[in-house]
């Protein structure tokens, strides 16, 4: 297995394991509150951009979903680094947050990748 494929894996398992996460938060919302939309947004992004990585479904994405895609992911980014900045570098939160920067930073890039391929 080629470097790019197995770090392409960690990033898939990285990406699905926030899904997981955030659907298991967004059922402690309720439905139609802030914190729920926010999760809701974010795991529909980070479908999107899964798709994108995998190639499946990914015809089945318009160009508003791929747009829609990228504000949540910068969010996830952004709030990452913040809360990584709290932590001691090569601890475990550290870590775990570098690992969720590096996933979402290649899910947006195959986001803006394929938004590219479609002229938009």
Known sequence: MSKSVR?????????????SQSENAQVKFKKGTSPYSLLKNRIRALRTAVSCITGDDADALTLEDL???LKPLASIISKS???????TEGSGHYDRLSRII???????QEVETEIGKRGG
């Open 67 to 69: 747009n829609a895609a």
């Open 81 to 87: 680094e913040k809360a990584r900045g709290s932590f």
């Open 102 to 108: 590096d996933a979402v930073v290649l899910a947006m």
């Open 7 to 19: 770090m392409e894996s960690d990033e898939l398992r990285a990406l699905c394991t926030i899904i």
